[in-house]
């Protein structure tokens, strides 16, 4: 039950549709597959896409479950030594719940945060909230970026309760929270209920402008690529990619000649979707220009050249009415190491043509992509997203396995988070001061404290949450 991409028309999120190949059985069986029958569903499928076909071992045991199975079959993956190494595939047990997330799709409360040491004794823990989606329950609840859970459910956080408080099958939560006084931590009564439900995110957390300096500055939040409403094998629905068209517009209209672009904690997706955002910012693109280029295994490749000839596995800008990039010489994009996948491909891929400052820390260093591969005869219900391509921009550059290195280097603080648009917050206000000369706030003001992370909700999603996945024709 081999996965081929070769259908021009069909969208590779949804595997084995009638045009990739006709070898998916026909008649949904009832029966549980036995785990070898899974095993071999998942080699197959590996051996015709993953990206490094050739390193696949040939011995691999496959008496053990679907998902150790797969995690034997990837190249490198433990030798950190190895930036090339896949680091990234990964397989679930229900292909439904993959496509879901992958969409923005989850049971949430709706916060994201990431976890430190509240003391040098390395006991207890804060979660430090990084952001609300706009109308989650967290929302509801009032929780907001920058606050400080120390409790959960009564239960003080320490380093070996943290999983069991925050990430149980439990749907209610009641939180307990910290404040922040002259650098130190301190617990006080507040308390917020909150009760996760299945939540469709907006990945557009805040749109603006600024006009400081002379300049008149575009400044958009966005933490996922995703084209529309839960995206399925067609991504049909494009409310998302119209509503960054729309900003643009708005952007356009204003006059705004300086972009902030905040990615910092946006781990990648559909690239259909980073491909419309990059030609809403390009200077001098059109739809003859490359965006950027697939590089495939040699058989694939092969196949893909003799079928639809040269060319098919680039992915060129599109035309936008709204494209501002007339009005562009640079573009500055927030990052942090939570950057990853198609955020960077748009670091990436608009370098060509104008000129990409970064400010804050070193991206995660995703230069690959996905499919999304399931049985849709519904025999098999296991998903995975195994990596079959690289991501070459229009000059070939691809080698940043290791990272983009910040242009500008800024830290955010572990506590206290300014609201994303606060001229004031840390990396948003290097980036004005970049552009206009103003400086909003003081660079690493000493209420500031910045602590090594022990967790991040983030590396929680699917995958880890990087993802660079293709649902482009071929």
């Known amino acids: ?25 026909k008649d949904i069986d009832s029966v549980t597959p036995a785990t070898s029958e899974v095993n071999d569903w998942i080699l197959s499928n590996m051996k015709y896409n993953y990206f490094w076909t050739d390193k696949i071992p040939d011995n691999a045991d496959k008496t053990v479950t679907p998902d150790k199975y797969f995690m034997s ?36 409360t709706g916060m994201e945060y990431k976890l430190y040491y509240r003391d040098n004794n390395q006991t207890g823990v804060v979660a430090s909230v990084i952001y609300v989606l706009p109308g989650s329950p967290a929302a509801a609840a009032g929780i907001k970026r920058g606050d400080i ?60 402008t600024y006009t400081i300096g002379g300049k008149t500055i575009g400044y ?53 979707s980073a491909t419309n955002l990059a030609s809403l910012i390009g200077r001098n693109i059109d739809a003859s220009k490359v965006f950027y280029t697939q590089k495939w295994n040699g058989t694939v490749t092969a196949a893909n050249n003799k079928e639809y000839g040269v060319g098919w596995n680039n992915q060129n800008f599109v035309a936008k009415a709204t494209n501002i990039g007339g009005n562009l010489s640079r573009v500055y994009v927030l990052t942090t190491s939570s950057t990853a996948s198609a ?60 990272g983009f290195t910040p242009t500008i280097e800024v830290k955010e603080p572990s506590y206290g988070m300014k609201a994303f648009g606060d001229v004031t917050e840390a990396m948003l206000s290097e980036a004005i001061f970049q552009i206009s000369g103003t400086r909003m706030a003081r660079r690493a003001a000493s209420t500031e404290v910045i602590r090594p992370s022990l967790f991040s909700s983030i590396d929680s999603k699917a995958g880890g949450g990087n993802m660079f996945i293709d649902n482009k024709p071929f």
Not at 2 to 22: E, H, K, M, N, Y
Not at 92 to 100: F, G, T, W
Not at 360 to 386: A, L
């Open 220 to 272: 958009v939040v966005y933490n996922q690529f995703i084209p529309g409403i839960n995206p399925d094998g067609t991504n049909k629905d494009k409310t998302y990619d119209l509503k960054l068209d729309n900003i643009f517009g708005k952007f356009k209209q204003k006059g705004v000649n300086e972009l902030v672009l905040d990615l910092r904690y946006n781990r990648g997706g559909y690239v259909s």
């Open 149 to 208: 859970i120390s409790k959960v459910n009564g239960q003080g956080l320490t380093g070996t309760n943290y999983q069991e408080l925050l990430q149980s099958n439990v749907d209610s939560y009641t939180f307990g929270f910290a404040s922040l006084v002259n650098g130190a931590l301190t617990d006080n009564t507040q308390t917020k209920q909150v009760t996760a439900l299945v939540f469709q995110q907006d990945p557009v957390l805040l749109d603006t």
């Open 1 to 25: 039950m081999r996965t081929s991409i070769f259908g021009r028309v069909a969208l590779i999120i949804v595997a084995c549709s009638p045009l990739f190949l006709a070898s998916c059985k």
């Open 343 to 402: 955020s960077e491909l748009i670091i990436n891929g608009l370098r060509p043509f104008m000129t990409v400052n970064t400010i804050g820390t070193t991206t995660t260093g995703k230069n690959v992509g996905s499919i999304t591969i399931s049985d849709n005869t519904g025999r098999i219900k296991w998903g995975m997203q195994p990596i079959t391509f690289k991501s070459a921009n229009a000059q070939g550059f691809t080698d940043y396995a290791g």
């Open 73 to 108: 079959l990837l190249y490198d993956r433990n030798n950190t030594a190895n930036t090339d190494r896949d680091r990234f595939s990964w397989i679930q047990e229900s292909a439904a719940e993959l496509k879901a997330s992958l969409g923005g799709q989850s049971k949430t």
